[in-house]
């Protein structure tokens, strides 16, 4: 993704709700010598082009040799399942099922299988709010240079072809079906996280056990950095130079987040972004965009879609049934809200 352009184009590079502060890390490990062997003097970095957007990684407290084998596993396993998960390669899964759409189940593999499970648990809960299912949609686009709006008569159409409750799994056999013609998957709003989670677990089983990855956004995080808790800022996004506070994450967690800045266009002054009301098959209003902090990403993911979705209230709701997790919701009208258990964790920073 690029930043804000010509025709009103608008990317996650021009404001993420969230980004980590990391100081003034130096970048450029410096290798020193300690009983014979080369160690890191610094936190190592590793930053590909992953997901739609740009992937960046910090491992600390390991060796240079370690560091970097680290990192190139954990790009290679994010790699292998963006290839599965992907619904823009026609190789993927995600692809296979939607071409099969009411005509035969289609063989998926596990980690397949495990986010399909947690977006048909997020439909149920959310009360549609979430749906994986519109890929149907296919008269929005948002990408640059091919901005287009579905007419009345097409939305339509599509509309007729989205509903989860039309995605059969089964588990023991191991199969996902579409069970209407012309039904297709969008995993965007739930697949990044596990993604970024299996990078991280590839992270740890190379030896490191202080790591960050950064996904466009999507902050996970374990360990500790230099010492000292893992810092992610929440921007104000009534004014995105400036911080709303910033979440400590000391040994793991995940801070992620759902907006309207993500992708979009500005048509007749109207911002048209990806965020899409699988009911009307509009993009949302009256949520800019919405935080959610948890220890495991299970806790949150895919929730910050169905949140936008719902609207302003849903929040408050949402945080009453989950105590052990945290949301903040900058609405529409300007103001912004947050949970009980977001205000010890959101901490003032310097200007």
């Known amino acids: 993704m690029t930043d804000a352009g010509q025709n009103g184009r608008w990317t996650r590079r021009r ?36 997901l739609g957007t740009q992937i960046d990684i910090i491992v600390d407290g390991v060796d240079s040799g370690t560091g970097q ?22 190789d993927s899964a995600v692809r296979q099922i939607g071409n099969a759409a009411g005509k035969h189940p289609v063989a998926v593999p596990a980690e397949v299988m495990a986010v399909l499970q947690s977006a048909q648990r997020v439909y149920r809960e959310s009360r549609g709010a979430f749906d994986p299912t519109i890929g149907a949609l296919a ?3 948002f990408e640059p240079g091919q901005h287009a709006a579905p007419s009345a008569a097409e939305l339509a159409r599509e509309l007729r072809r989205v509903g989860a409750e039309d995605l059969r799994l089964d588990a023991r056999a191991g199969t996902a079906y579409l069970a209407r013609p012309g039904m297709a998957l969008d995993l965007g709003g739930i697949a990044k996280l596990p993604i970024l989670d299996a990078g991280l677990r590839a992270l740890k089983r190379e030896g490191v056990a202080n790591a960050l990855i950064n996904g466009g956004g999507d902050v996970l995080a374990m360990g500790r950095l230099s010492g000292r808790p893992w810092r992610v800022g929440v921007r104000d996004p009534r004014s995105p130079a400036r911080l709303l506070g910033a979440i400590r994450i000391d040994g793991g967690g995940v ?62 709701a949402w945080s009453a049934e989950r105590p052990g997790s945290a949301v903040l919701s900058a609405n529409a009208d300007g103001s912004v809200w947050q949970s009980d258990a977001m205000r010890p964790l959101l901490l003032p920073v310097a200007a």
């Open 15 to 50: 404001f993420s709700m969230v980004l980590p502060l990391l100081g003034a890390l130096p970048w450029a490990a410096r290798a020193v010598v300690a009983d014979g062997m080369a160690v890191a003097a610094a936190p190592q970095r590793g930053r590909r082009a992953l």
């Open 69 to 90: 084998r680290a990192l190139e596993r954990a790009f290679a396993e994010m790699q292998r399942l963006e290839a599965l998960l992907s619904r823009y390669r026609a």
């Open 139 to 141: 008269g929005w686009r």
């Open 255 to 316: 801070v992620a987040s759902s907006g309207d800045y993500e992708r979009g266009f500005l048509r007749d002054g109207r911002l048209l972004h990806h965020v899409l009301d699988p009911k009307t098959g509009w993009p949302t209003t009256g949520v800019h965009g919405v935080t959610l902090f948890a220890r495991d990403v299970e806790a949150v993911n895919g929730w910050g879609t169905a949140l936008m979705v719902q609207g302003p209230s849903a929040a408050p």
